[in-house]
């Protein structure tokens, strides 16, 4: 099914018209003023096309064409600081433009389909990210939500508060899964695979996994002139071992990417041999084996580089999030639809972490849509995607989401 390109591209204005900085990029930070009138103009205006629409507890905007369960497409409409007229929004103007297409063609299925708006994807304002999914996957917890503040004390309750939400209830929002037979999710790559392919839009197989370590060298502060390279035991060399070996790995290993992405040395200076250093490892893929060889091939060369260096190095993993294979159900729609229209669209992993992660953990069937980003650039007034690429995008959204609905 082809979409209206002139009613997608409208739409996409419309809404970025909600936080425009005179950059020419958006900033809607999640429960700011912007951000919560995107979400209101989204409401309005699928009730002014007849949807069926409503919030829930956690400011989620649901529309419905028709009847329930429903194929839901959707993203979100909160940005990071200076973020870019793509990301998010570009999912949701797909969505409602699906719904309108298909609903004025008659297309079968059409009346199966529903809109999702998640809130505060991003995390940035309450350190918290994809609530609205994790509201409805039954991941958070109320404490959670009440110790939420802004770095300079803004409650996220006193906001949900203030624009009519009763944090309290959020916990009811997992009870609107039975609305859900699927999530699709059309969302700009944020990297150069497709650009490099030379292709507009890719599909989603899986939301990698994610693993955190923090390292802390002990060695021995020391007089920058006076010691000899024989006596140092240098904090700082077994981290510098670590970042070479991350990007060894990363290079030599597929699907992989691994950084050194935070290095410090404790009360360092000029003239003073690092005594401690601490640094942080960041591995991602969607092949949890292959992020577990890696974590144990920089810590291998971080930890020979120790012993000969006379340092002691301490390690802990501090974070874990387990790769989100798209279900196959979903990748199969979305594969017809590429032929369909007969489209090259790659499958690929997203790097990245989008609300389909938390929904496929709660057992929700789920699928993404990469639409090619321009010189990869995201979170950024620059951040760009051609209008012909995202109608063709939308397009492959909607074939996918109709065949899934016509068959459900
Ligand atoms: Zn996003």
Same mark, same amino acid.
């Given at each position: 099914m082809d979409v209206n390109e002139h009613r997608l591209w409208s739409l996409l204005s419309e809404v970025n018209e909600f936080g425009a900085l005179e950059t020419g990029g958006v900033e809607r930070l999640a429960w700011t003023d912007s951000e919560i009138a995107a979400?209101?103009?989204?409401?309005?205006?699928?009730?002014?096309?007849?949807?069926?629409?409503?919030?829930?507890?956690?400011?989620?905007?649901?529309?419905?064409?028709?009847s329930r369960p429903a194929v839901?497409?959707?993203? %979100?409409?909160? #940005?990071?600081?200076?973020?870019? !007229?793509? *990301?998010?929004?570009?999912?949701?103007?797909?969505?409602?433009?699906?719904?309108?297409?298909?609903?004025?063609?008659?297309?079968?299925g059409w009346d199966r389909l529903g809109l999702?708006?998640?809130?505060?994807?991003?995390?940035?304002?309450?350190?918290?990210?994809?609530?609205g999914s994790r509201a409805l996957a039954g991941d958070i917890e109320s404490d959670e939500v009440r110790s939420a503040t802004t770095s300079d004390g803004i409650r996220l309750t006193d906001e949900m508060e203030t624009a009519g939400f009763d944090p309290g209830s959020i916990g009811q929002v997992t009870s609107r899964?039975?609305?859900?037979?699927?999530?699709?999710?059309?969302h700009v790559e944020q990297g150069r695979r497709l650009e490099r392919a030379g292709v507009a839009a890719g599909i989603v197989t899986g939301i990698v996994g994610l693993s955190h370590w923090r390292m802390d060298v002990i060695g021995?502060?020391? %007089?920058?002139? #006076?010691?000899?390279?024989?006596? !140092?035991? *240098?904090a700082l060399i077994p981290v510098a071992a670590a970042a070479l070996e991350a990007q060894r790995t990363m290079r030599e290993t597929e699907g992989l990417v691994?950084?050194?992405?935070?290095?410090?040395?404790?009360?360092?200076?000029?003239?003073?041999?690092?005594?401690?250093?601490?640094?942080?490892?960041?591995?991602r893929s969607l092949d949890e084996r292959k992020i577990d060889e890696a974590n144990d091939r920089i810590m291998a060369a971080a930890r020979s580089t120790a012993e000969r260096n006379g340092c002691e190095l301490k390690i802990q993993e501090t974070k874990r999030l387990h790769a989100a294979p798209m279900a196959p159900p979903v990748l199969d729609a979305m594969r017809a639809a590429a032929r369909d229209l007969d489209v090259d669209a790659p499958e690929m992993p997203s790097m990245a972490g989008h609300d389909a992660m938390t929904l496929t953990k709660a057992g929700i069937d789920c699928g993404m849509v990469f639409v090619r980003s321009?010189?990869?650039?995201?979170?950024?007034?620059?951040?760009?995607?051609?209008?012909?690429?995202?109608?063709?995008?939308?397009?492959?959204?909607?074939?996918?989401?109709?065949?899934?609905?016509?068959?459900?």
């Open positions: 979400r209101e103009w989204l409401a309005q205006r699928c009730r002014g096309e007849g949807l069926d629409v409503d919030y829930d507890e956690a400011g989620n905007v649901w529309a419905f064409a028709g839901m497409l959707g993203s %979100h409409l909160d #940005t990071v600081p200076r973020g870019g !007229r793509f *990301d998010g929004a570009l999912g949701i103007v797909s969505g409602l433009e699906t719904l309108l297409s298909a609903r004025e063609t008659k297309t079968p999702l708006c998640f809130t505060d994807e991003e995390g940035v304002r309450f350190g918290l990210g994809m609530t899964r039975n609305d859900v037979s699927a999530y699709l999710e059309m021995e502060a020391n %007089h920058a002139g #006076t010691t000899m390279a024989e006596d !140092r035991r *240098d691994a950084t050194v992405g935070e290095a410090e040395v404790t009360s360092g200076a000029t003239n003073i041999v690092p005594g401690h250093a601490r640094a942080s490892l960041d591995v321009e010189s990869g650039i995201s979170h950024s007034p620059r951040e760009n995607s051609s209008q012909a690429d995202c109608v063709l995008g939308a397009s492959l959204l909607a074939t996918a989401a109709l065949r899934l609905a016509w068959g459900s």
